[in-house]
T-cell receptor, first 112, second 113 residues
């Protein structure tokens, strides 16, 4: 069953703690993306990667970090420097041949 | 950088009526404009896209129009059905290797039976 998997689906953390969201895809897509979704603000780009061991900042990268050690995996770390981390996080992948993004089901992070 | 504005934020229509959602973009270099549909509790999915070399594209009950001069594009849904109820997002990007999509804020469409 091909697709893109995010985990965990729900996550609660205390303020000041770092947390890592997992994103795995078996679609053999080269590009991967992280978006943040807040009510009334649409999807905002955090980081994206077009190839292994390379990634670029999006519009709201401050307080986040990523790695791309494997083609299949693009984990996102929400650090304690992120001022408003409570949000819904969406990971997506894309084959190089098209512009279509394939999204995961998302991870909802709540910081208490 | 690119900025995409989307209107309206909510739209309620009677089943069978048409629905129109409009977006404007700021970067004249953008040349790829997709629309995504996100049903409640589900992931966004691409429903239609248009490139700047065409002015209109149709796929059954949905169509997208693009006015490059005015820098706006619209989604048209005809003969709306209850299953069309969802949040719709427009986006814009340069059609290069990155496809760095910038999304609008979304439109919540409710189709009343």
């Amino acid at each position: 069953d091909g697709g893109i998997t995010q985990s965990p689906k729900y996550l609660f953390r205390k303020e000041g703690q770092n947390v890592t969201l997992s994103c795995e895809q078996n679609l053999n897509h080269d590009a991967m993306y992280w978006y943040r979704q807040d009510p009334g603000q649409g999807l905002r780009l955090i980081y994206y990667s077009q190839i292994v061991n390379d990634f670029q900042k999006g519009d709201i990268a401050e307080g986040y970090s990523v790695s791309r050690e494997k083609k299949e995996s693009f984990p996102l770390t929400v650090t304690s420097a992120q001022k408003n981390p409570t949000a819904f996080y969406l990971c997506a992948s894309r084959p190089l041949s098209t512009g279509e993004l394939f999204f995961g089901e998302g991870s909802r992070l709540t910081v208490l | 950088g690119e900025n995409v504005e989307q209107h309206p934020s909510t739209l309620s229509v009677q089943e069978g009526d048409s629905a129109v959602i409009k977006c404007t973009y700021s970067d004249s270099a953008s040349n790829y404009f997709p629309w995504y549909k996100q049903e409640l509790g589900k992931r966004p999915q691409l429903i239609i896209d248009i490139r700047s070399n065409v002015g209109e594209k149709k796929d059954q009950r949905i169509a997208v129009t693009l006015n490059k001069t005015a820098k706006h594009f619209s989604l048209h849904i005809t003969e709306t059905q209850p299953e069309d109820s969802a949040v719709y997002f427009c986006a814009a990007s340069l059609e290069d290797s990155s496809y760095k999509l910038i999304f609008g804020s979304g439109t919540r469409l409710l189709v009343r039976p």
